[in-house]
């Protein structure tokens, strides 16, 4: 039956309903008398029921008719407040991203800004964890991860370019008797270990052939916590430079050894097949890739 009811007619009841008078309802909604009596018989008819006792000129709200009316009532007070709400946040979309901790602290949330001022209809969430988000459902749109992984067949994976992994100190360390000069001079500091990095010091320390005590010095389990500890000058840490550019770029971290480094895959963006050409996902999509052609890696 719900397909037969018109909703103007509905909105028509509820004013009557509220006014008291088929009359009062026409002045309100800027109708003739005879449409909102129209209206209201159509609408008897289709429910089946008697709405409103009609009394010489005066009407009344059947029993069916006040409890019918409480329900539309509150159905419209909902459509109205939604309708306000949607107005309010001037958003057309919900993009939901999900990320690992250290590419949003470091690279993606310093950005964001510039992607929320090109695409103003779309409102953006954030959220981070180590694990990788479950993309079967409608709760999260993208996942950036990190490291390597066999996708799903449902998935899609737009990998990032290959990151540059480099030493990165403080450069109060590049001062005095143990600055670092050469790939020897590291035995002198603190190593900062980032655990669950794919690239690590004992990789390092066999391309540089360079001797290392691999047991010394803090461990994180995650980079930004590794390149806090350097920038406070607490020992040497081994990174992406995709993820310290405003680090260097403000000169709170060096790299000793230049620009160079292991080159690697690190991250990946993925989302749901299904779901490519969903406009919001599409120029997230679009706007990541410009955004990291422009960083250097």
């Known amino acids: 039956m719900t397909h037969l009811l018109h909703l103007r007619a509905i909105q028509i009841f509820e004013a009557a309903a509220r006014l008291g008078s088929f009359l009062r309802a026409a002045d309100e909604l800027m109708v003739t008398p005879s449409a909102v009596s129209h209206q209201i018989r159509s609408l008897e008819t289709t429910l089946g029921v008697q709405l409103f006792h009609r009394i010489n000129r005066a009407v009344m709200l059947t029993d069916v008719g006040r409890r019918y009316a409480d329900e539309v009532s ?10 306000q709400t949607v107005a309010r946040k001037g958003k057309s979309d919900i993009l939901t991203i999900h990320s690992v901790p250290s590419f949003a602290s470091q690279w993606l949330m310093p950005r964001l800004s510039r992607f929320g001022a090109l695409n103003p209809e779309i409102d953006l969430r954030l959220n981070a964890s180590g694990d990788a988000a479950d993309l079967g459902g409608d ?32 450069p109060k360390l590049m001062k005095g008797a143990s600055r670092i ?28 052939k360079v001797e290392l005590d691999l047991e010394r010095g803090p461990r994180f389990d995650r980079s930004f916590m ?3 500890t350097a920038v406070d000058g607490l020992g040497v840490c081994l990174e992406s430079r995709l993820l310290v550019q405003r680090e260097l770029e403000s000169g709170r971290l060096v790299m000793p050894f230049g620009p160079n480094g292991a080159r690697m895959l690190c991250h990946s963006l993925v989302y749901r097949r299904s779901r490519t050409n969903v406009p919001k996902i599409a120029t997230f999509r679009k706007w990541m890739s410009q955004a990291l052609r422009e960083t250097e890696t």
């Open 74 to 83: 509150e159905a419209l007070g909902r459509i109205e407040a939604a309708s």
């Open 139 to 170: 709760a999260v749109d993208i996942d950036i991860r990190y490291g390597t992984f066999v996708p799903a067949a449902y998935l899609g994976v737009d990998s990032f370019p290959l990151e540059t992994i480099v030493v990165l100190c403080s």
């Open 226 to 228: 590794a390149i806090s």
């Open 181 to 208: 000069r050469t790939p020897g001079d590291i035995k002198k500091h603190v190593l900062i270990h980032s655990e669950v990095n794919l690239y690590r010091w004992k990789h390092w320390a066999e391309d540089a």
